[in-house]
Nanobody
Framework: QLQASGGGLVQAGGSLRLSCAASGRTFSSYVMGWFRQALGKEREFAAA????????RYADSVKGRFTISRDNAKNTVYLQMNGLKAEDTAVYYC???????????????WGQGTLVTVSS
C-alpha cells in the first residue's frame, strides 16, 4: 500500500516536497516512480529511482528541477520539486515496479495521488 502526501498550493518558482510511504517489508526491492496527471491530460512519467537508490531517471520536463530520493529504513520515497512552474500543476502519484521502467504498465502498485497546484 502506498500513501502519497505533501501536495498543496505554491507560487511559481517555489518548492514542495512530496512523500510516499509504503507498507510492507520488501520496499527496497522495488523501483519507485512518480507520475503526474494534469487535468484533461494523460498520466505521464516524472521520475524513478532504483531499489538501492543508486540510479535515478527523469522526464525531460522536470530534469534539473526535481529530485527523487528514498529512505529504505523509513519505507519512503520523496520527490523534491524546485523551480515550480504553472505547467507542473497536476495530481502526483507514486508507484512501485519490479522493473527499471518509465511506462505506467510496468508499475504494479499505485498510491492515491496528491494535488500540486502552482499559481503563476
Amino acid at each position: 500500500q502506498l500513501q502519497a502526501s505533501g501536495g498543496g498550493l505554491v507560487q511559481a518558482g517555489g518548492s514542495l516536497r512530496l512523500s510516499c510511504a509504503a507498507s510492507g517489508r520488501t520496499f527496497s526491492s522495488y523501483v519507485m516512480g512518480w507520475f503526474r496527471q494534469a487535468l484533461g491530460k494523460e498520466r505521464e512519467f516524472a521520475a524513478a529511482i532504483t531499489g538501492s537508490g543508486g540510479n535515478t531517471r527523469y522526464a525531460d520536463s522536470v530534469k534539473g528541477r526535481f529530485t527523487i530520493s528514498r529512505d529504505n529504513a523509513k519505507n519512503t520515497v520523496y520527490l523534491q520539486m524546485n523551480g515550480l512552474k504553472a505547467e507542473d500543476t497536476a495530481v502526483y502519484y507514486c508507484a512501485a515496479s519490479r522493473f527499471w521502467a518509465s511506462r505506467m504498465e510496468h508499475y504494479d502498485y499505485w498510491g492515491q495521488g496528491t494535488l500540486v497546484t502552482v499559481s503563476s
